[in-house]
């Protein structure tokens, strides 16, 4: 079976009734946990950003803490996961600020991690990586907020080099 376009489905859904719509979102979040987190967040948590941003990074920071470090192995495992989930959680709010404090907020865990990743050049080029991407997000934005995020960047860039 062949997926309708976006356009395709907008113009179909447009002549649903409410209860026909709300079925639809129903049975769509029965099927990925995918689709049932963005419905969780579109109704419960995208009109508090801020709370949001928080759960996120404290999600992190738990998930941070449960890495097994006995090997450099398991450790790059776990953070790509890690950046994954919070790829994902960045998907859902499609904000440039929320996206630029979640990454943020890996980098400085990722780069406060014990065992350092300073001896493990996959580990540091996903940091890199992070740092390039929220460089290029944080020239989109307005320049009182380039100026900000660009300090947390420096900050975060200084401590990278020690």
Not at 11 to 32: A, T, V
Not at 112 to 134: A, D, F, G, H
Request: glycine share 0%.
């Amino acid at each position: 079976m062949k997926a309708a376009t976006v356009s395709q489905l907008k113009k179909e859904l447009s002549y649903q009734s409410k209860d026909e719509l709300l079925e639809l979102c129903l049975r769509l979040s029965k099927f990925k946990r995918e689709n049932k987190e963005l419905l969780t967040y579109l109704l419960f948590e995208a009109d508090n950003e801020d709370g949001y941003i928080e759960t996120v990074k404290n999600e992190i920071e738990q998930q941070f803490e449960l890495i097994n470090t006995s090997s450099y192995y398991y450790i790059k495992k776990s953070v790509r996961k890690i950046l994954r989930n919070a790829k994902k959680y960045i998907r859902y709010s499609k904000q440039k600020e929320t996206e630029i404090e979640i990454l943020l907020h890996f980098c400085r865990v990722l780069k406060n991690m014990k065992p350092s990743i300073n001896k493990n050049t996959t580990l540091l080029n996903i940091l890199n990586r992070q740092l390039l991407l929220i460089r290029k997000v944080v020239n989109t934005l307005h320049e009182d907020l380039q100026y900000d995020y660009t300090v947390e960047l420096s900050n975060i860039k200084t401590e990278n080099k020690e």
